[in-house]
């Protein structure tokens, strides 16, 4: 009898453990059956279409500052879901810009909107600025795209009042600009990027404080180690301008840098072409250097008499965040020497032997770069 019982005790016990597991069971499906309802709700829009929001979407936001902008403005339902789709669907390189969105989009259409660009506000205007370019390219796009002329660029540089504001302005921006021996004040601070503005009536000066606004986010990221440097934001963007002319290739920054640096404390001319030709205003690429142009002193002209342990007077183009950053963190090197290639490939050395080698077997590989 006392078997039968616990016979009958166990077979209790197993029936509720059954009854237990199809009850979870049932749960963790209807939770799943109601996840995925909630989120399919979630993803579909919040209004209708007459109901219209223009948002601006600023340079470098992260899928969580955009999914807050959108959940201000009633665009979706749910940031999560938001979030959800985007980490689901691998979208990213959402493009800053003026959009104007209305309420019944659904999530998948909102992020395409946002991923590819399409800017919906008809009077909108995109302007891509380079890096590497000079002042004279930015003023030639500025141009084309909107309706200003160059010499409205021009202008504006050359005006001290507006140059003086901006000092005033911006924590990185000094009186180093205002040296008579430099071409442009701006060259090399106005950060590029693509960039909207609303229309073609914008003014040269809402251009560059775009830009300018943009390179002071950027620098901010360096602010400190800036501070603890014995160069200056001016010395280190025009270090970063060369490095951005010298280098093709990211992974290549940051030993170019180190030349640089190696070059400037043992009191030698940094010997940069890039310089040269900027000095002389020649398009880089364009021809061969004369030979009176490279022993001319300017001081732009690196390779020029007088310019050992010197910095050219100021930028040279515009440069990248990749450039800053290998300006303001060189490897630690022993490299004296660099040489790059036709490919944009780049040969490190320590001597001027090891260098000269390398010049040598380039050109008899036929991979030395000349120009007609």
């Avoid at 399919?40 to 340079?59: D, F, M, R, W």
């Avoid at 500025?142 to 009042?161: R, S």
């Avoid at 001081?299 to 800053?324: D, F, H, L, Q, W």
Wanted: hydrophobic fraction near 35%.
């Amino acid at each position: 009898m006392e078997e039968e019982k616990n016979y009958g005790n166990v077979e209790k016990k197993s029936s509720l453990l059954k009854i237990i597991i199809i009850a979870l069971v049932i749960f963790v499906v209807f939770m799943v059956i109601s996840c995925i309802v909630w989120y399919n709700i979630c993803l579909s829009g919040t209004g209708t279409a007459e109901e219209k929001v223009t948002i601006e979407l600023p340079l470098g936001s992260n899928t969580d500052k955009i999914a807050e902008l959108l959940k201000e403005n009633d665009l979706i339902k749910s940031k999560l879901a938001f979030k959800l789709y985007i980490k689901l669907n691998n979208v990213g390189n959402f493009q800053a810009g003026t959009y104007d969105i209305t309420k019944n989009m659904s999530v998948q259409e909102i992020a395409d909107v946002l991923q590819t660009g399409k800017v919906f506000n008809t009077n909108n205007i995109n302007i891509t600025f380079i890096e590497g370019k000079t002042m004279n390219y930015i003023a030639k796009e500025i141009a084309e795209n909107t309706n200003n002329t160059e010499d409205d660029v021009y202008e504006l540089l050359q005006n001290q009042e507006y140059i003086d504001s901006l000092i005033n302005e911006y924590w990185f921006i000094t009186d180093e600009i205002k040296n008579e021996d430099i071409y442009y004040a701006l060259e090399g601070y106005l950060f590029p990027d693509t960039y909207s503005f609303e229309n073609k009536d914008v003014t040269v000066e809402e251009i560059f404080k775009t830009l300018l606004d943009q390179m002071g986010k950027v620098l901010e990221n360096y602010k400190s180690k800036i501070e603890k440097s014995k160069y200056s934001v001016h010395e280190i963007l025009s270090i970063a301008s060369i490095i951005e002319n010298e280098a093709i290739f990211d992974k290549d920054r940051k030993n170019v840098s180190s030349v640089i640096y190696n070059r400037l404390a043992r009191n030698m001319s940094i010997g940069s072409d890039v310089t040269t030709y900027y000095a002389f205003k020649v398009e880089l690429g364009s021809r061969d250097l004369y030979k009176t142009e490279i022993n001319t002193y300017n001081p732009y002209n690196t390779r020029g008499p007088n310019m050992e342990g010197k910095i050219p007077v100021g930028p040279i183009c515009s440069v990248s965040n990749a450039s800053i950053e290998a300006a303001i963190e060189p490897n630690s090197t022993d490299y004296l020497f660099f040489v790059a290639d036709a490919n944009g490939n780049i040969y490190f050395t320590k001597t001027n032997e090891e260098h000269e080698a390398i010049v040598n077997e380039l050109k008899a590989n036929d991979a030395w770069v000349q120009f007609d």
